[in-house]
């Protein structure tokens, strides 16, 4: 399975937007980039995804790299709500295990 | 909207006993997980089903078995409960037709005593 990396803990504040780091560098042509989001006592939440070209939804953004070898989650415009893990998974098949790796835990100051 | 219920919220159950944790998803999804979850250790995968009564092993089985008898159900079964069995049980479900996206019950929280 093609991993992913991303940094422990980022910290931003509110109203500010953040950029979410991931990379993965042996990711190959066919693999999804997702993006889940855990919010403290539930379980994680899809946030987005995409396969080439950058993506939008009313969450959030994602860009990904030309090479794909990397991408990043863009909250616009953080608020307290956001607080969560930030996990970044890539996707080939339905038949793929799930693994998840320890996410990016993110903090918001009021 | 796909929705993944988890039977109980939060269960007490005594070393020894055999524990039912019980998943339900209402959108004909083939794949079915069931994941544990602890401090410092994230996401672990028990296991996985395909379809009905398949079952395949992920990273931590060992004390766990399962059961798929009908597509929407996906039961995780600790024959004989143990305390470091105590955790967050997630089950999830994915959809294939909206590039693989995964859908979490909202967990169950098990503590034997």
């Known amino acids: 399975d093609a991993k992913t990396t991303q940094p422990n803990s980022m910290e931003s504040n509110e109203e500010e937007p953040v950029h979410l780091p991931c990379n993965h560098s042996?990711?190959?042509?066919?693999?999804?980039i997702h993006w889940y989001r855990q919010l403290p006592s539930q379980g994680p939440e899809y946030v987005i995804h995409g396969l080439t070209s950058n993506v939008n939804n009313r969450m959030a953004s994602l860009a990904i790299a030309e090479d794909r070898k990397s991408s990043t989650l863009i909250l616009h415009r953080a608020t307290l709500r956001d607080a969560a893990v930030y996990y970044c998974?890539?996707?080939?098949?339905?038949?793929?295990?799930?693994?998840f790796g320890p996410g990016t835990s993110l903090s918001v100051i009021p | 909207d796909v929705k993944v219920t988890q039977s109980s919220r939060y269960l007490v159950k005594r070393t020894g006993e055999k524990v039912f944790l019980e998943c339900v998803q209402d959108m004909d999804h083939e794949n079915m997980f069931w994941y544990r979850q602890d401090p410092g250790l994230g996401l672990r995968l028990i296991y996985f089903?395909?379809?009905?009564?398949?079952?395949e092993k992920g990273d931590i089985p060992e004390g766990y078995s399962v059961s798929r008898e009908k597509k929407e159900r996906f039961s995780l079964i600790l024959e004989s409960a143990s305390t470091n069995q105590t955790s967050m049980y997630l089950c999830?479900?994915?959809?294939?037709?909206?590039?693989?996206?995964?859908?979490f019950g909202e967990g169950s929280w098990l503590t034997v005593v």
């Open positions: 042996t990711i190959s042509g066919t693999d999804y």
């Open positions: 998974i890539l996707r080939k098949t339905s038949y793929d295990k799930v693994i």
């Open positions: 089903s395909y379809d009905v009564k398949m079952k």
């Open positions: 999830a479900t994915l959809s294939s037709s909206s590039g693989n996206t995964i859908y």
